[in-house]
């Protein structure tokens, strides 16, 4: 079975424009859950989508948005990019269980860079 | 808050050293508990997880980890280390609150000849 594809795998972009990244998650699973991980920060979760619903969101700002579609695929956007921007973007699928604790399979991240 | 602390930032050990990476976890995480490793410039590999039963856990790569409910620590061992171990190693559980993964700082494993 393919794993949890991201892409691209790399980006630049300049502050104030805008970003948007892709998941594709293992076949079946129906959960999607997206983090941002940088040296200070650590990982930190970014909000979790099941059937094309935004089921949980961590404490970013509002530019950081994303949707899932009929097919489980998932995209984030940033918008007014900011250097502070700059991380490693994980996404992760699950089967999505409502109320179950699942495990978790990482993609291998999108590196963004803001310039 | 919900917390998952690792306790060491960096290990340094020499190749077929054992080792252990240690693991502890708040009251406000629940005990699903996870170790990813992250290997350089890659995204994170979930190594085993601890979901209920047997407190000892074994995982791939060699890697085992025990799960101890009066210690609240789930801490990662193996016995005989390889360079090719060299990475990133996060913990991480359930938070009860808000429901998602709560991840440890990590602790990065270098390993020399």
């Known amino acids: 079975k393919a794993g949890v594809t991201q892409t691209p795998r790399y980006l630049i972009k300049t502050r104030g424009q805008q970003v948007t990244l892709s998941c594709s998650p293992i076949s079946g699973h129906r959960s999607v859950s997206w983090y941002q991980q940088t040296p200070g920060q650590g990982l930190q979760f970014l909000f979790e989508?099941?059937?094309?619903?935004?089921?949980n969101k961590g404490n970013f700002p509002g530019r950081f948005s994303g949707r899932q579609f009929s097919n489980s695929r998932s995209e984030m956007n940033v918008s007014t990019l900011e250097l502070g921007d700059s991380a490693l973007y994980l996404c992760?699928?699950?089967?999505?269980?409502?109320?179950?604790?699942?495990?978790?399979?990482f993609g291998p991240g999108t590196r963004l860079l803001v310039l | 808050a919900q917390s998952v602390t690792q306790l060491d930032s960096q290990v340094p050990v020499f190749e077929e050293a054992p080792v252990e990476l240690r693991c502890n976890y708040s009251s406000s995480v629940s005990v699903y508990l996870f170790w990813y490793v992250q290997y350089p410039n890659q995204g994170l590999q979930l190594l085993l997880k601890?979901?209920?039963?047997?407190?000892l856990v074994k995982g791939i790569n060699g890697f085992e980890a025990e799960f101890n409910k009066s210690q609240t620590s789930f801490h990662l061992r193996k016995p005989s280390v390889h360079i090719s171990d060299t990475a990133e190693y996060f913990c991480?559980?359930?938070?009860?609150?808000?429901?998602?993964?709560?991840f440890g700082t990590g602790t990065r494993l270098l390993v020399s000849p």
């Open positions: 601890y979901l209920s039963g047997s407190t």
């Open positions: 991480a559980g359930w938070g009860r609150r808000f429901q998602k993964l709560v």
């Open positions: 992760a699928s699950s089967l999505g269980l409502p109320g179950q604790r699942e495990t978790q399979y």
């Open positions: 989508y099941f059937s094309e619903t935004q089921r």
